[in-house]
């Protein structure tokens, strides 16, 4: 399974924006970015996923580089409860979700 | 509330013995996976069910084993239980196991004494 390479914690103030990077420099031309987290004591909830260009949801935004080798999930505003650890996975097809060690963002009130 | 539900949310059972974990999928998914979270290793991907056949396996023990039921529950045993096997077992569900959402359920948590 493709690797993807995230930093093991950021922190970020509140109501402040958030950039948390992915590198996966080996991704193929199939495989899809998928963003999920996982908040303290929950199972780990979608946040978006894309391929090749930007997204956006209520969520948040995915900017991919246009090599493909990186991407960046933006939260627009920081809150409490976006706390949680952030898991960064290449997909491809009907292929699982391999869950990496993520990002545990702090938020600072 | 993701919609699949897993119960029971927690037990505690001595070593040696065998227990059998519970997931309802969303209305609708066919896929149903099972994830362990342990401390020290993260979240593994054990097994997935698509309507009623196993699709694929990742690092599940021989001691454990799955299966999906017509209804599409899907239940996860687990048998001559070890300490280390103490931890989160997370199950998810989805439409068809493609690119869309999985949906997680809130886990069971198991302690092995």
């Known amino acids: 399974d493709a690797k993807t390479t995230q930093p093991n914690s950021m922190e970020s103030n509140e109501e402040e924006p958030v950039h948390l990077p992915c590198n996966h420099s080996?991704?193929?031309?199939?495989?899809?970015i998928h963003w999920y987290r996982q908040l303290p004591s929950q199972g780990p909830e979608y946040v978006i996923h894309g391929l090749t260009s930007n997204v956006n949801n209520r969520m948040a935004s995915l900017a991919i580089a246009e090599d493909r080798k990186s991407s960046t999930l933006i939260l627009h505003r920081a809150t409490l409860r976006d706390a949680a650890v952030y898991y960064c996975?290449?997909?491809?097809?009907?292929?699982?979700?391999?869950f990496g060690t993520g990002t545990r963002l702090t938020v600072i009130p | 509330d993701s919609g699949v539900t897993q119960t029971p949310k927690h037990l505690i059972t001595a070593t040696g013995q065998r227990v059998t974990l519970r997931c309802s999928p969303r209305?609708?998914?066919?896929?149903v996976y099972w994830y362990q979270q342990s401390l020290d290793q993260g979240l593994q991907f054990l097994i997935q069910?698509?309507?009623?056949?196993?699709?694929a396996k990742g690092n599940i023990l021989e001691r454990f084993s799955a299966q999906q039921f017509p209804d599409l529950h899907s239940e996860l045993n687990l048998s001559s239980l070890e300490l280390g096997d103490s931890a989160l077992y997370f199950c998810?569900?989805?439409?068809?196991?493609?690119?869309?959402?999985?949906?997680f359920g809130q886990g069971t948590r198991l302690t092995v004494v």
């Open positions: 998810a569900s989805s439409v068809q196991g493609g690119q869309g959402e999985a949906f």
């Open positions: 080996t991704i193929s031309g199939t495989d899809y």
């Open positions: 069910y698509y309507n009623g056949e196993e699709r």
């Open positions: 996975i290449l997909k491809t097809g009907a292929n699982n979700l391999f």
């Open positions: 209305s609708g998914d066919l896929s």
